[in-house]
């Protein structure tokens, strides 16, 4: 066993040189073409709280990934406590004492309460001593996220998301993990929420295990951690102290630039028939009455967490919302709700924010997938499609998107994300009578290059006189690109702001920092 | 400059690895290849394997499978993965036929189109509008056809006086008039799979279901359609089995449900959809016929038979598998 | 707060058997027909053979997988269980059992594995196993000349039970123990519910489906044991009839094909009830095809009660609720 020099972390009794926690080496991980992970090379203590913090898309996620199990590096060495550690699997993380709190939510919705904190143990306890002893354990654990008064046989599919992300807080407690990962555990979670993790976690720290703390709101990160780790483009650009951190510098290693105040140029909202009118939509369970009446080209963000609201509205407005409810119309025209057909024909373009389950065909080639939404127009009159007719409309919506002419015959699957989200974005518009485009995260997974074209292209779209909006979570792409910007919390609008605006605003609205009514 | 500078060169454009994932190195071809040098060399190693009498038997009877086998073909590349129904409604066919022959052979087979027909495009509408698993409600469809049957046959064979059964058995030449069918079906399904607007909706809707939800296609209209042409290829084959056996019963199906799908996997058709082909399942039919054709000949009985028939679809199914790279851990 | 959480993996069954039993009991005083303890007794007859059949296709569907080769299997079992069984029923039995299990073991690999659709493949062994099948049996119906055996698989025990039941009975509870003492039955859940989450929580997804697939093929071969020890002879023709009645069996007993639901005792309670179903007809000397269409109707109803987009399209006709609380 080859014992590396650490440098003890502060506050860690004994001191001297011992092995750290774990010791990530040269990590590298690529996706296709996309060099998700270039260089990562990650120490960590006993007993420290490590905050991981980059912009959407560093890399962060991958990084986790690998340390628990679920990805396996290109290239790289992980050591836990100096030994070399198997972390193929989940389950082999496991036994290596890593613990995880993924950023996908991975308590299991047909098991109960009790079920999902025992998921991942090997054995039961036996006997009725140990299992009182157990539940009684268990209880303890949701006590200290906060779910003090939940019952243990609870089918978690009844629980809202924030309960069931603290239940998956509550099993990584359980785990007594050496080292436990929180992959952006307070994006569904309310302020008295988020202190109850907070203590809990430091309760852990306290106990000389490790915490890895990866999230976007940097003033948390700040407040809870021994040290910062910053990751951008895939590669670490500094590990700091907390303490010799304040929110600004941290905000400049993540974007590499100091912050500016965006000037932009107020667009006057034109006059005339909105493009689209909705009055009173509303989902059961995940939305309640919005109201929005959108212009020809004004563009609109759609601010929000996951299950906030904001990607409820765009799917509604799409058709895929089979229990939207509300008066929508486009150009004055109502359309009927719950249906995407319906939709596509009263000329709303959507373009989904899962490109790989119901975005793109990704087997299919660039041309095929343009073609799809447009199958009666490159048909002739007996049904048989013409490869002339598709090929002159492909091209043309390529060139219109900017994708090559020669990417007409590969398939999607071999573009990258940016790539792949402009032949999605065309797709949707390239109709006559497109007058809305609804889109949700325009630029997931995409790299920062593909996004300043995506977001040209959005702007152009606007100006040719169409209505843009859009759900995000990228802070960046709220606060340059649109007119307006609505911030959702908890199912319903909490504020409405015409551009500029600051991006603490926005952060603290969707975060729901300031004030705790709703 | 060549190529890979230009594309390097434009930025956000991807080429190379992510390529290489979706078209890998063709060893299926190579695996295939090899399976057809081994039955060659057992051919030949076999008394009247290369005979004319012989090929035209294996042609023969991997005619009327394969007509069913188109079916199943349509039902694989919509998503709808299998028609465990297809021996119920084959039968189903044959009696229609034959018990409604006796008005006029138009007749009896516009009826028997518009039964069987009939009755799958609605287990189509099912599978896709409501995305009912299509293999509970195909295997209910043929027990509620099986139960119907004896009901109101009372289990008793349908017989017809009409000699126009006669047709469908007639040969051109030394050729059974059901081999030309399916040759001419097959190569009718590949054009309206490849080249129409039908055929494209039914690939989309069958590579990824959400997607095609979303480009606004009416999954309901296009699983239906297929499943339609499905109904009428098994009742063309129905109506085959019935003339060759000149009565009807529920008998007349046999095996058809498996043999059907199992032309189609060796096909390399895909369950998980989006994925077949009419001419590489006319191919796979005939392949199975010549393994069967071949053990016939070395003396084994039908049993070993349906048994190396499933051992070659399992083998069909995990090399589709492999070689399309699905389910692979990301 | 102390709330109790009924669920349908355990009301849906318990509803169907009170349901069915009742109707049982009652139906005879309608038709004129008389039910005697004999009547209970072939009811439980039944049992023996379909109770470890549907187990065995509820465990798979627990995971989210379909077994179709159960059909396949079972018919092979009985085979077997008489052309080794000359000398010994034991050795015949257990020529059987090995067989099952093995063919279970070899699915559960390649669905881990390969992360393979089970469709495809099941589908692939059932078509070699009735293959398999026919040659074991010389392509006819077997009998079986050792008839004490069937005499004591069949003998009454406490007026309506035998030894076919009480094995049967025996085995159900062998795999409801395991599951409810063991991780076994929450992991299979868990995998059926979301294999994603259910193997970043630290499930080994591939173990709990190779484990499934294999008590799957043990059981079905169980089955098929049974069913020729008891009737003394083997049917090498598989029935579709006999696969429908173990699917709504299943989903009878609170298994889903969404997956991640069910419960052994569940499961055995839907195959009990459907085999009060059957003896509904039997007894009050109803036609077969009855029976038949009853089923393939009560499939169909199922089937398309679980689909998920039926949902979508009844929640659609049905929303005009409002949002009422939290948003969940």
């Known amino acids: 066993m080859t014992v590396e020099p650490g440098t003890p972390a502060p506050g860690v009794p004994g001191g001297g040189p011992r092995p750290p926690r774990l010791d990530a080496q040269n990590l590298q991980k690529s996706f296709g073409d996309f060099q998700a992970v270039d260089d990562v090379t990650l120490t960590l203590e006993a007993g420290e709280i490590h905050g991981f913090c980059g912009p959407n898309g560093a890399g962060k996620s991958t990084v986790v990934k690998m340390l628990s199990g679920q990805l396996a590096p290109d290239a790289g060495q992980i050591a836990i406590d100096g030994g070399t550690a198997d972390l193929s699997t989940p389950y082999a993380a496991q036994q290596a004492g890593i613990a995880i709190v993924d950023q996908e939510l991975s308590v299991v919705p047909a098991l109960t309460v009790g079920e999902n904190l025992a998921l991942g143990a090997t054995s039961r306890p036996r006997g009725r001593a140990a299992t009182r002893a157990w539940r009684a354990e268990a209880r303890q654990h949701l006590a200290d996220v906060g779910l003090a008064n939940l019952d243990l046989s609870t089918p978690v599919e009844r629980l809202t998301l924030g309960e069931r992300q603290l239940v998956e807080i509550a099993r990584a407690l359980g785990r007594r ?342 | 400059m060549s190529i890979k500078d230009l594309v390097e060169s434009s930025p956000g454009v991807a080429v190379t690895r992510a390529r290489r994932l979706v078209a890998p190195p063709r060893w299926d071809t190579a695996v295939a290849v090899l399976g057809l040098l081994v039955v060659l060399a057992l051919g030949a190693t076999t008394d009247n394997f290369f005979t004319v009498a012989n090929l035209r038997t294996i042609v023969t009877s991997a005619s009327i499978v394969g007509i069913a086998a188109l079916g199943a073909t349509v039902i694989l590349v919509v998503g709808g993965m299998v028609s465990m129904a297809t021996a119920a409604a084959a039968s189903l066919a044959a009696i229609v036929f034959v018990g409604t022959l006796d008005s006029s052979f138009a007749v009896a087979v516009v009826t028997t189109f518009a039964v069987v027909g009939g009755l799958y495009a609605l287990l189509g509408w099912l599978i896709g509008a409501w995305a009912v698993n299509p293999i509970i409600v195909t295997i209910a469809a043929a027990s509620l056809v099986q139960g119907l049957v004896l009901v109101t046959t009372d289990g008793a064979l349908v017989t017809t006086s009409s000699s126009s059964l006669d047709v469908l058995n007639r040969r051109v030449g030394t050729i059974p008039v059901s081999v030309f069918a399916f040759g001419v079906l097959a190569v009718t399904l590949h054009l309206s799979l490849t080249s129409t607007r039908w055929g494209r909706r039914i690939f989309l809707v069958g590579e990824n279901r959400e997607a095609a939800r979303v480009a606004g296609l009416r999954l309901g209209r296009v699983v239906a359609s297929a499943f339609l042409v499905a109904g009428i290829l098994t009742a063309i084959a129905g109506m085959f089995l019935g003339a060759i056996t000149t009565n009807a019963s529920l008998e007349v199906g046999g095996n058809l449900t498996f043999d059907a799908v199992a032309a189609a996997l060796v096909g390399g058709a895909s369950v998980a959809g989006g994925r077949g082909s009419a001419l590489r399942t006319l191919a796979g039919a005939l392949a199975v016929a010549t393994v069967s054709d071949l053990l016939l000949l070395r003396g084994f009985d039908s049993g070993a038979q349906i048994c190396v028939k499933g051992l070659v679809v399992l083998l069909a199914v995990v090399i589709v598998h492999l070689r399309s790279g699905e389910g692979r851990r990301a | 707060m102390n709330r109790l959480h009924l669920r349908q993996d355990v009301t849906i069954p318990a509803v169907v058997l009170a349901v069915t039993a009742v109707a049982f009991f009652v139906s005879p005083a309608i038709s004129g027909a008389t039910l005697t303890s004999f009547s209970v007794f072939n009811v439980f007859q039944q049992l023996a053979w379909l109770a470890p059949l549907t187990l065995a296709l509820g465990i798979t569907l627990m995971c989210g997988e379909f077994d179709l080769s159960v059909a396949g299997i079972a018919p092979l079992a009985a085979v077997l269980a008489i052309r080794f069984g000359d000398e010994s029923p034991y050795v015949g039995a257990a020529a059987a059992l090995g067989v099952g299990l093995v063919i279970g073991l070899v699915q559960g690999v390649l669905v881990s594995r390969l992360q393979i659709s089970s469709v495809p493949v099941t589908m692939a062994t059932y078509i070699a196993l009735t293959g398999g099948t026919l040659w074991a049996s010389g392509n006819q119906i077997l009998s079986y000349d050792n008839s004490d055996v069937a005499l004591w698989i069949t003998k009454p025990v406490m007026t309506v039970l035998s030894p076919g039941t009480l094995i049967a009975g025996a085995l159900a509870l062998a795999i409801g123990l395991a599951m409810g003492l063991t991780t076994w039955g929450r992991d299979s859940r868990a995998v059926g519910s979301d294999r994603r989450a259910a193997r970043a929580s630290g499930v080994r997804v591939d173990a709990v489906l190779v484990l499934a697939f294999t008590s799957s093929g043990a059981l079905a071969a169980c089955s098929g044991v049974l069913l020729s020890f008891s009737t003394a002879s083997a049917n090498p023709n598989p029935d579709i009839k006999t696969l429908v009645l173990a699917v709504v069996a299943a989903l009878a007993g609170g298994a889903t094909l969404k997956g991640g639901r069910g419960r052994v005792v569940g499961i055995l309670a839907g195959a009990l009830a459907i085999c009060f179903l059957q003896a509904i007809f039997s007894v009050n000397a109803l036609e077969d095809s009855l029976s038949q269409f009853l089923f393939a109707t009560l499939l169909l109803a199922v089937a398309a009660a679980d689909a998920p987009d039926l949902a979508r399209s009844v929640s659609r006709l049905t929303s005009a609720r409002i949002p009422t609380g939290e948003p969940s």
């Open chain 1, 177 to 518: 993990a050496s080292l436990m990962i929180l992959d952006e555990p307070t994006a569904t979670l309310s302020d008295v929420e988020i202190d109850r993790v907070f203590t809990a976690i430091r309760k852990v720290a306290a106990a000389g295990r490790t915490v890895v703390f990866v999230s976007h709101r940097l003033g948390e990160v700040l407040a809870l951690c021994d040290r910062v780790t910053v990751i951008r483009d895939g590669k670490v650009i500094a590990t700091t102290a907390a303490a010799d951190l304040t929110v600004s510098q941290l905000v400049e290693q993540m974007i590499g630039r100091s912050v500016a105040a965006h000037q932009r140029i107020s667009r006057d909202a034109a006059d005339g028939v909105p493009a689209i009118e909705i009055r009173g939509l509303q989902v059961a369970g995940s939305l309640h009455p919005f109201d929005l009446v959108a212009r020809p080209g004004t563009v609109h963000a759609l601010a929000g967490q996951v299950g906030s609201g904001a990607e409820t509205v765009i799917r509604a407005i799409a058709g895929l919302e089979p229990t939207a409810r509300g008066a929508v119309a486009v150009q004055g025209r109502r359309v009927r709700l719950g249906d995407a057909a319906v939709s596509v024909r009263a000329g709303i373009g959507y373009v989904s924010g899962d490109r790989k389950t119901e975005g793109l065909f990704l087997r299919r080639s660039v041309a095929d997938n343009i073609t799809a939404t447009r199958l009666r127009d490159v048909s002739g009159r007996h049904g048989f499609l013409s490869r002339r007719r598709a090929g002159k409309l492909a091209a043309g919506v390529a060139r219109k998107a900017g994708v090559l002419d020669r990417h007409l015959a590969a398939p999607v699957a071999s573009l990258s994300g940016g790539n792949q989200q402009k032949v999605s974005i065309a797709r949707a518009l390239d109709r006559e009578d497109v007058r809305v485009v609804v889109l949700d995260e325009p630029t997931r997974g995409v790299d920062v290059a593909g996004r300043a074209v995506i977001h040209d292209l959005l702007r152009g779209l606007a100006d040719d006189g169409m209505a843009v909006i859009y759900s995000s979570t990228d802070l960046d792409e709220l606060v340059d690109l649109p007119d307006t910007v609505i911030t959702f919390w908890g199912g319903r609008e909490v504020g409405r702001h015409a551009t500029p605006v600051s991006s603490q605003t926005v952060l603290g609205e969707i975060t729901h920092q300031k004030g705790s009514a709703s």
